[in-house]
């Protein structure tokens, strides 16, 4: 995958963004074992730090076979596919369940996940289905695909129908 070269920054700077990249990829990790911790959003920004800072890393990232094709539908096929959408809002549901299930929370603190909770549900919700590349080219409008059909001598002939003339008379 081609990126845009990295703005010129200092390497401090592209270490703190790898140091970043590493403890958000860890929390991915993490989500891939425990049903509790999501991946998909850490990885989304692990693809942040990692393509402003080391983009070849982050062709690496987008290789792995379990990460790849997540980071490749949010970066390239601009969406999420259902079947992420419908993991994230069960971890979502879930880690809200285990909270009030296993803890003692006050009313005003149940409140406020629940806002929390419809607000992540809605946002994940709303993010769009993966689309096709190559359906994502949209048609060119018909004004600029019409051509002017050359001249027949048949009136009622379909433009399909006209082959064009070649004007080869040399004199």
Known sequence: MTHPPVPPIS???RLLYLGCATFFF???VLGMILPI???????????YFLVR???????????????????????VRKGIKT???????ATVVLGWGISIWFFPIPVWALVIMAI???IGIVVI???????DPVATQEDPPEEETRREDPPSNNPYASPREIQPTRNDSRT
Not at 37 to 47: C, Q, R
Not at 83 to 89: G, W
Not at 125 to 131: A, E, L, S, T
């Open 11 to 13: 390497w401090t700077k």
């Open 26 to 28: 860890c929390l991915a």
């Open 37 to 47: 911790v999501p991946a998909t959003p850490f990885l989304l920004v692990t693809s």
């Open 53 to 75: 800072s080391f983009p070849k890393l982050n062709d690496r990232l987008l290789d792995m076979p379990y990460f790849g094709p997540i980071l490749y539908d949010w970066e």
């Open 83 to 89: 079947s992420v959408k419908i993991q994230a809002i």
């Open 116 to 118: 929390l909770v419809t």
């Open 125 to 131: 919700y709303r993010v769009p289905q993966p689309r």
